[in-house]
Nanobody, 121 residues
């Protein structure tokens, strides 16, 4: 079993920045894809970004490309989402995940509890 604990959400003004962290513990696979999703009220869970191993290649949704950066520290079993130039439409609960897929939520086996990000205009 794998446990994921997120931190770093909060309230920020438009144009501001936040960094989310996702710390993993338990039976971790070094080849897991490390993903970030978000879900706004009344909307489906949306892919944001992910790192695919073993090459560490990042992938981003078009809506965040150029503003968000996904990274990982394997020694700490933690992955991050640096969010810059935040917009009100980025407001959502952000969830981290580990699994075998990239952009499809169903391909991820383990999920964090979610952290709220609110961007005010």
């Amino acid at each position: 079993q794998v446990q994921l604990v997120e931190s770093g959400g909060g309230l920020v003004q438009a144009g501001g920045s936040l960094t989310l962290s996702c710390a993993a513990s338990g039976r971790i696979s070094s080849t897991d894809t490390l993903g970030w999703f978000r879900q706004a009220p009344g909307k489906e869970r949306e892919f944001v970004a992910a790192i695919r191993w073993p090459d560490g290649r990042p992938e981003y949704s078009d809506s965040v490309k150029g503003r968000f950066t996904v990274s990982a520290d394997n020694a700490k079993n933690t992955h991050y989402l640096q969010m810059n130039s935040l917009k009100p439409e980025d407001t959502a609960v952000y969830l981290c995940a580990r699994g075998v897929g990239v952009q499809i939520p169903q391909a991820y086996e383990y999920w964090g509890q979610g952290t709220q990000v609110t961007v005010s205009s």
